[in-house]
């Protein structure tokens, strides 16, 4: 079946199974691989995308939900990298390992979209469904502090 989703600001016919998770169709018939596949039960957050501006986990998420939308993946965040929450996590040096980090950034992204300016609670919230095996939370909510204009 035929699927016309925009992923990135580019539109694409996919030819896939309208429940395949819309995870498998970013990675493996896009051709994006930044989105990471974690746990493939929306637990851990690795997944996130951006679906018509919400944060989703695109290992649930059927690729037909997404039909006629707009899909951002970290990809797409920017062209150059230069995304406040971007900047914040080198500036910092937020990763360690880095594999959960493109879930990290495209949640705290929609995060300051709808709120520029959370407290350490909201971020703490916002930011809950997502796990670093590494245990960085504290630099990561430091970054989205940064991005916010807090200067963590």
Known sequence: MAIEITINDT???????????????????????????????????????????????????PVSAAAGRNVTTIEGLSADGDHPVQVA????????????????IMTAAALLERNPAP???????AMSGNICRCGTYTRIRAAIERAAGGDS
């Open 119 to 125: 407290t350490r609670a909201e971020i703490d919230a």
């Open 89 to 104: 996590w080198r500036a910092l040096n937020v990763p360690q390992c880095g594999y959960c980090q493109s879930g990290q």
């Open 11 to 61: 539109t694409h016919t996919l030819d896939v199974e309208p429940d395949m998770p819309l995870l498998w169709a970013i990675r493996d018939v896009a051709g994006l691989t930044g989105t990471k596949f974690g746990c493939g039960k929306a637990l851990c957050g690795a997944c996130t995308v951006h679906v018509d501006g919400q944060p989703v986990r695109s290992c649930s998420y």
